[in-house]
């Protein structure tokens, strides 16, 4: 697509549930990124995609976080037993090779009642 | 390790003023640096960014950053600002030999009529 593309925009959720939030990054772009964005607060790391490799998950808060990437394409970020302190907005970004600079989508904001 | 300072949370300049919006960097190699633009209730939008040349950069809407490296600086700049210029903006920085963009916190600028 011409963007990154994430859905849903907005997810209001009960505490305890689990949520599942989709990124459709530019095709070709074979890295793809996972941000998230707490109120009064910058960007904080939480997984990096690269084509077959491996992803970094160094950044993800805890065990109730997972994410795939199927196909080297469409990802997903999982959050289990979901916690008030979630809530925040979750970016998405891919790059065309992980170098320079990366393109983000509009984001999922997650609220946690 | 590489990090991020944006020494201002906030920015308020009369319409027609220069703008500047501080950042300064640490990273153990070379950087690549760049700043970003969040508009309310959007994703991140790319202005511009510093990955080797001239030290002066120019990007979109009339922005400008110059890399000082000595004092590892990349202060956003924009010789008469607009109305329209009111957003919350990120510098981030990665180091070469990595891949994971680490964001400042943003520094929020409003451009009062």
């Known amino acids: 697509g011409a963007g990154v593309s994430q859905s849903p925009s907005n997810k209001v959720t009960e505490k305890g549930k689990d949520v599942e939030l989709r990124c459709d990054p530019i095709s070709g772009h074979t890295a793809l990124y996972w941000y998230r964005q707490s109120l009064g607060q910058g960007l904080e790391f939480l997984i990096y995609?690269?084509?077959?490799?491996?992803?970094?998950k160094s950044g993800l808060p805890s065990d109730r976080f997972s994410a795939e990437r199927t196909g080297g394409s469409v990802s997903t970020l999982t959050i289990q037993r979901t916690q008030q302190e979630d809530s925040a907005v979750y970016l998405c970004a891919s790059s065309a090779d992980g170098t320079y600079g990366y393109t983000f989508g509009s984001g999922t904001r997650l609220t946690v009642v | 390790a590489q990090s991020v300072a944006q020494p201002e949370d906030q920015v308020n300049v009369a319409e027609g003023n220069p703008l500047t919006v501080k950042c300064t960097y640490s990273?153990?190699?070379?950087?690549?640096l760049f700043w970003y633009v969040q508009y309310p209730n959007r994703g991140l939008q790319f202005l511009l960014k510093y990955i080797t040349g001239d030290n002066l950069v120019k990007g979109s809407y009339g922005f400008e950053a110059e890399f000082n490296k000595s004092q590892t600086s990349f202060h956003l700049k924009k010789p008469s600002a607009l109305v329209s210029d009111s957003a919350l903006y990120f510098c981030a920085v990665r180091d070469i030999d990595d891949y994971k963009l680490s964001f400042g916190a943003g520094t929020t600028v409003t451009v009062r009529a």
């Open positions: 995609f690269q084509g077959n490799s491996a992803p970094d």
């Open positions: 990273v153990s190699g070379n950087p690549y």
